[in-house]
C-alpha cells in the first residue's frame, strides 16, 4: 500500500472513534435530560438527515477540491457539532450537525481510495479500512460508555480551566468534550493526506444542476446489472446496521437490565465480529466473487430474529460475534464492487455521493420507523423482530433479482464481471 493510505487510515480511525462515542454520549445525554425513548432513537436517523439532503452536492464538492482538504472541512464541522451540544443546543439538532459533517467526509473519504490505489488493490483496501472503522466502532462505542461510567466520569468533571466556567456539569458532557479532541486529531491527520495526480472536476456555475447530474449517476448505476445488485446490497445492509447500533442497547437495556455504559460494550461486540469478517473477506475474496456472498445477508436477517430469544450474556457474546461476523464479510466484497463500477461509470466522488444516498436514505427511513413504532409503544422484541424479517426477506428478493440478470442477460453480466476480474488481479 502507498504511504498515504496509512494517514488516510489514521484519519478514519480518529473521527469514527469520535462518531460512536458521541453516539453513546449523546444518548445518554438524552436520557438523563428526561427525554422520551423516541428522541434517542431518533439520532440514527438525524444523523442520516443531510447524507439525504445534500447528497446532489458533497460527491461533486468532492471532486473538485483536493479530498484531504475536503476532510479537514468535515472534520471541523463535526466539531462544531460538538461545541453547539455542549453549549446548550437540542441534542438531536446538533447531532444532526455532525452528521453534516459525516456526509461530506464520506465521499472523500472512499473517493481517494480509487484515485491512490489500482483496482486490484481495492478489495483489500476496503478491508484494511471497514476492518479499521469496525475497530474504532469498537472502540468508540466502548470508550463513550466508559468515559461516562463511575470510574472515569468524576476525573473528567474535576478537570477545569482556570478563571473559565466551562458549564460542563455531566458525565455526558464530559465525554462529548472529549470527542472535540479526537475530531481535532482527525483533521490534523487530513492535512497530511497526499495530493494524487487525479485531475479535479470543477463545480459548475449553476449548483442546482447538480440535482439532475446527481438523478442521471443515481439512474446509471441502479441501471448496472452488477452495480444495482451491490448498490441494493449494501445500501440495506448498512440501513439495518446503522438502526441495529441503537437497537442492541434498546435490547440489552430490557432483556439484560444494562445501563447505557454496560449496553454499549454489546455494541462493540458486533463490531467486533463485523471487523473479523471484513478481515477475512479482504484475504479470501475477489472483486469478481462479489455476488456470491449475498445468502449471508438472508442468513444475518435471520440471526437477527433469534436475538429475541436470548437472555444470557454468555450466549450473546458468540451470538453477536456471528452476526457481525457474517455482515462483515458480506460487506466488504459489495462494497468494493460497488466502487469499482461507480467509479467506471462517474467518477470516484459522484459514485460514493450516490452510494451515500441510497444508505443513508434506508438508514433514515428504518430509523424514523423504528421511533415512531417506538413512540407508539412497539417494544425493542417487537422492532428487532420486524427487522430481521425485512433484511431476510429483501436480500432473499436481491438474490432472485441478481440471477433473473444472469438468466435474461448473460452476456453483459458476463462481461461485466470479466473486466472485475481482469481489473481485480
Same mark, same amino acid.
Given at each position: ?15 469514527s ?8 454520549a449523546?444518548?445518554?445525554?438524552l ?12 439520532l ?17 464538492f ?16 463535526k ?16 447531532y ?13 473519504k ?12 481495492l478489495v ?24 461516562m ?11 477545569d480551566?482556570?478563571?473559565?466556567d466551562?458549564?460542563?456539569?455531566? &458525565?455526558?458532557?464530559? #465525554?462529548?468534550?472529549?470527542? /472535540?479532541? $479526537?475530531?481535532? +486529531?482527525?483533521a490534523?491527520?487530513?492535512?497530511? @493526506? %497526499?495530493?494524487t ?5 470543477p ?7 447538480l440535482?439532475?447530474?446527481f438523478?442521471l ?75 456470491r456472498?449475498? &445468502?449471508?445477508?438472508? #442468513?444475518?436477517?435471520?440471526? /437477527?430474529i $433469534?436475538?429475541? +430469544?436470548?437472555?444470557?450474556l454468555?450466549v450473546? @457474546? %458468540? ?14 466484497p459489495?462494497?468494493a464492487?460497488?466502487?469499482?463500477r ?11 455521493a ?6 443513508q ?10 421511533a ?13 423482530t420486524?427487522?430481521?424479517?425485512v433484511?431476510?426477506s ?11 440478470n ?20
Amino acid at each position: 500500500m502507498k504511504k498515504g493510505f496509512y494517514t488516510i487510515m489514521a484519519a478514519q480511525f480518529c473521527s469514527s472513534l469520535a462518531d460512536n462515542a458521541l453516539f453513546v454520549a449523546a444518548v445518554e445525554l438524552l436520557k438523563t435530560s428526561g427525554a422520551q425513548e423516541w428522541q434517542r432513537a431518533a439520532l440514527v436517523p438525524m444523523f442520516a438527515l443531510f447524507y439525504v439532503v445534500l447528497a446532489p452536492f458533497v460527491g461533486a464538492f468532492a471532486d473538485a477540491f483536493p479530498k484531504g482538504k475536503v476532510m479537514f472541512v468535515s472534520n471541523t464541522i463535526k466539531v462544531a457539532g460538538c461545541l453547539l451540544m455542549l453549549f446548550g443546543t437540542h441534542p438531536l439538532v446538533a447531532y444532526a450537525l455532525v452528521g453534516l459533517g459525516a456526509a461530506a467526509y464520506s465521499p472523500a473519504k472512499y473517493g481517494i481510495l480509487t484515485e491512490l490505489l489500482p483496482p486490484s488493490q481495492l478489495v483489500k483496501a476496503n478491508g484494511w479500512i471497514e476492518g479499521l472503522t469496525i475497530t474504532s466502532i469498537i472502540l468508540g462505542v466502548v470508550l463513550g460508555g466508559q468515559l461516562m461510567g463511575a470510574h472515569v466520569a468524576p476525573h473528567l468533571l474535576a478537570l477545569d480551566l482556570p478563571f473559565v466556567d466551562t458549564g460542563i456539569d455531566t &458525565p455526558p458532557e464530559a #465525554a462529548i468534550a472529549c470527542m /472535540v479532541l $479526537f475530531y481535532i +486529531a482527525a483533521a490534523l491527520f487530513n492535512l497530511r @493526506i %497526499p495530493r494524487t495526480e487525479s485531475a479535479l472536476q470543477p463545480l459548475p456555475a449553476n449548483l442546482f444542476s447538480l440535482t439532475y447530474d446527481f438523478w442521471l449517476c443515481n439512474q446509471r448505476l441502479w441501471r448496472d446489472k452488477l452495480g444495482q445488485i451491490s448498490l441494493a446490497t449494501t445500501t440495506l445492509f448498512w440501513g439495518v446496521s446503522g438502526n441495529l447500533r441503537y437497537i442492541v442497547l434498546a435490547w440489552a437495556g430490557v432483556a439484560l437490565g444494562y445501563s447505557t455504559t454496560q449496553a454499549s460494550s454489546l455494541v462493540g461486540v458486533v463490531a467486533v465480529g463485523t471487523a473479523v469478517g471484513a478481515i477475512v473477506a479482504s484475504v479470501w475474496m475477489r472483486l469478481d466473487w462479489a455476488t456470491r456472498v449475498i &445468502p449471508m445477508g438472508v #442468513a444475518m436477517g435471520l440471526l /437477527v430474529i $433469534f436475538m429475541n +430469544a436470548i437472555r444470557d450474556l454468555h450466549v450473546a @457474546i %458468540p451470538f453477536f460475534v456471528l452476526l457481525g461476523g457474517l455482515g462483515g464479510f458480506l460487506v466488504v466484497p459489495m462494497n468494493a464492487l460497488l466502487q469499482h463500477r461507480g467509479h467506471n461509470l462517474m467518477g470516484a466522488g459522484r459514485s460514493i455521493a450516490v452510494q451515500n444516498f441510497n444508505e443513508q436514505a434506508c438508514i433514515l427511513l428504518l430509523g424514523a420507523m423504528y421511533a415512531g413504532t417506538t413512540k407508539a409503544g412497539l417494544s425493542a422484541f417487537g422492532a428487532i423482530t420486524a427487522f430481521g424479517v425485512v433484511v431476510a426477506s429483501v436480500m432473499a428478493l436481491i438474490g432472485w433479482w441478481h440471477r433473473r440478470n444472469v438468466r435474461l442477460h448473460r452476456d453483459e453480466v458476463n462481461h461485466l464481471l470479466d473486466i472485475a476480474r481482469s481489473d481485480g488481479h
